[in-house]
């Protein structure tokens, strides 16, 4: 059972912790997405020719203080991540994965909620609408179009408000001549309708021109800026 509630903890104290989870295909970079936020390599990530991830796994940054003002005081954060096989899995089934994740989720965030599940896509790999074993599925539900399964199966139909794209290797844009918006404008209908449906919360990750803090200085104050916009909102698994 899913619920909505706003963590009192986070309200009161000059400490707050927000909890992520990473969703993604094979080789899209969740791992080391994970790893960028958490300032550390608690993931294990690789190019392999086959999926790398076969568990969920918890990883914790640690405390970056000073990190914004809330109430005229000064806040230090933390940072939990949740990181998932990728779906499709070359050896895992899907069935299998979506109880992994599923028990992970009310395992690590079951009372303390899920801020922001972030669906990492790699910027040079289209997203189709053909791609049935998505994690766009994985992440949605059954509605009206191929974009609809697995999200809300495991986050509830509030899914759309709790959902970010984390857009990795985005080096790969300026490489090819585009800026960012240009990139977005020459996306598939089906990029470009699920950003709609999550209101255009989305984050380009580079890897070269970019210090690794200031890269994920930049990645933790947009994800941030969304969890604002759900004024500290959480789901719980129950």
């Known amino acids: 059972m899913l619920s909505l509630c706003l963590p009192t903890a986070m309200m009161d104290s000059n400490k707050m912790t927000i909890n992520l989870a990473l969703f993604g295909m094979t080789q899209s970079g969740k791992s080391s997405a994970g790893n960028i936020l958490l300032g550390s390599t608690d993931f294990h990530s690789s190019f392999a020719p086959c999926s790398v991830t076969k568990d969920c796994s918890l990883g914790r940054s640690c405390h970056f203080h000073s990190f914004m003002r809330r109430g005229g005081q000064e806040v230090t954060l933390q940072v939990q991540v949740l990181d998932t096989p990728g779906y499709p899995h070359s050896r895992l089934s899907k069935k299998h994965v979506k109880q992994e994740v599923r028990e992970a989720l009310a395992h690590h965030f079951g009372q303390e909620g899920l801020h922001l599940a972030l669906l990492v896509q790699r910027v040079d790999v289209p997203l189709c609408e053909q791609e049935e074993s998505s994690p766009v599925q994985m992440i949605q539900s059954k509605a009206n179009s191929h974009l609809t399964s697995l999200f809300q199966e495991l986050l509830g139909h509030a899914w759309k408000n709790y959902t970010a794209i984390l857009f990795t290797h985005a080096e790969k844009i300026e490489e090819a001549g585009f800026n960012e918006d240009e ?24 890897k070269k021109g970019n210090s690794f803090n200031e890269q994920r200085l930049k990645t933790l104050e947009r994800i941030m800026e969304f969890i604002k916009e759900n004024c500290y909102q959480v789901l719980t698994f129950k």
């Open 183 to 206: 990139y977005l404008h020459e996306a598939s209908d089906t990029l470009l309708t699920l950003l709609n449906s999550i209101q255009h919360r989305y984050i380009f990750q580079y």
